[in-house]
């Protein structure tokens, strides 16, 4: 089993930044490549970003690129979020995944075998 926990979540005004941390344990991490999604309420979960299991290569959404840098610290069994310029529809829960499938990046929900409990983000306007 993996264990993900995410924090750093909370409230910022538009154009603030915000850095999200997720934390595994439970098997190696350095196996994982790792995800970040987010879900609105009433909206289906959506991908943010993900990163290779050794940060060779990373992936991200359009309505994040160039705002938001997904990185990873494998000695530390961390992956973080970087946002920066947040806007009100960056309005969500942010969950983090683990893939041990695949060394490579996902960007859909059902690549990943394992997911955090979430926790919010919210952009005031």
């Known amino acids: 089993q993996v264990q993900l926990v995410e924090s750093g979540g909370g409230l910022v005004e538009a154009g603030g930044s915000l850095r999200l941390s997720c934390a595994a344990s439970g098997r190696t991490f350095s196996s994982a490549s790792m995800g970040w999604f987010r879900q609105a309420p009433g909206l289906e979960r959506e991908f943010v970003a993900a990163i290779s299991w050794n940060a060779g290569r990373t992936t991200y959404a359009d309505s994040v690129k160039g705002r938001f840098t997904i990185s990873r610290d494998n000695a530390k069994n961390t992956v973080y979020l970087q946002m920066d310029s947040l806007k009100p529809e960056d309005t969500a829960v942010y969950y983090c995944?683990?893939?041990?499938?695949?060394?490579?990046?996902?960007?859909?929900?059902?690549?990943?075998?394992?997911w955090g409990q979430g926790t919010q983000v919210t952009v005031s306007s």
């Open positions: 995944a683990a893939r041990y499938t695949s060394f490579t990046p996902g960007r859909y929900p059902h690549e990943y075998n394992y």
